[in-house]
């Protein structure tokens, strides 16, 4: 059996038992409001009734969240498996998972061992090679990441983070802004890359200041890509401002999102990270 039937079966048996719990709240309301008048309190069996209603709501909302996270996982996975045109505009977020086996169809090598979607591939050479055209030396230092390599990526910046005298809860916190949580990252799709200047190499808000960063933010979009993380969208997207990150979109849906000065988030309707 699916996991989504036995979620789906669970739910409703709680949703039933939530709703019988509220019935019998409804039926001793008056009887309730009688002795808190009268200065009284409430009884032992209306006190357990009122306890078993919260935790019976608390367990509604947890299984309703779970319910939700499961099926973005299924919706993700097919649709970037699939041949609608939906595949380029997939979210990929800790709303919006992927799941931990997805691996693309089509693995296409750029570069030094760099992977990307076999469908994005000619549109990211060709833009490299226009970017090369115009006098400026940059390169992919990061593409497709597996589920293990991203776990391994989000464990070495947590513990450059622990060994720099951060506390373990400081240490995650920190490195959950900056680094995708296994699942959520968008470099397991192949659709996003790391692309920096060789007269910079350091991954910090001054890469955005090199001339490569500027030629691509100004013209990714004509390739299909967007600058995913841009600055003073981190409300929105959960990610600092990475003007490193970019992202396959279509030339389409990437030429709307850089004329409105949005993210990708905003262009689907999904504002806020959950």
């Known amino acids: 059996m699916k996991l989504t039937n036995i979620l789906n079966k669970r739910w409703a048996k709680r949703n039933a038992a939530g709703l019988a719990a509220g019935g019998v709240a409804g039926l001793t309301a008056g009887v309730l409001l009688t002795v808190l008048c009268a200065g009284g309190v409430l009884s032992d069996k209306e006190a357990d009734y009122a306890a078993e209603k919260t935790e019976l709501a608390e367990e509604n909302a947890q299984l309703s969240e779970e319910l939700d996270k499961y099926r973005a996982v299924e919706d993700n996975t097919e649709t970037l498996a699939g041949d609608s045109d939906a595949w380029a505009m997939i979210l990929v977020n800790e709303a919006h998972p992927l799941d931990a086996s997805y691996v693309p ?23 490299m090679q226009d970017g090369a055209a115009q006098g400026l030396s940059m390169y992919v230092t990061s593409a497709y990441r597996s589920y293990d390599q991203q776990t391994e990526t989000f464990n070495a910046s947590m513990q450059n983070r622990l060994n720099q005298g951060m506390t373990p809860l400081q240490a995650y916190r920190e490195t959950s802004v900056q680094v995708a949580l296994p699942g959520t990252s968008e470099h397991a799709t192949g659709l996003a890359v790391d692309i920096i200047s060789t007269q910079y190499d350091e991954l910090d808000e001054r890469q955005g200041d090199t001339a490569e960063q500027q030629w691509l933010m100004a013209h990714c979009w004509e390739y299909g890509f967007i600058l995913r993380y841009p600055p003073e969208k ?41």
Request: charged content about 25%.
């Open 105 to 127: 169809e089509s693995l296409t090598t750029i570069s030094d061992g760099c992977m990307v979607d076999g469908r994005i591939a000619a549109d990211l050479q060709q833009m």
């Open 234 to 274: 981190s409300d929105i997207t959960g990610i600092i401002y990475e003007p490193w990150h970019y992202r396959y979109v279509g030339k389409t849906v990437a030429k709307a999102i850089t004329e409105k000065g949005i993210t990708l988030e905003e262009y689907l309707g999904e504002d806020k990270v959950n």
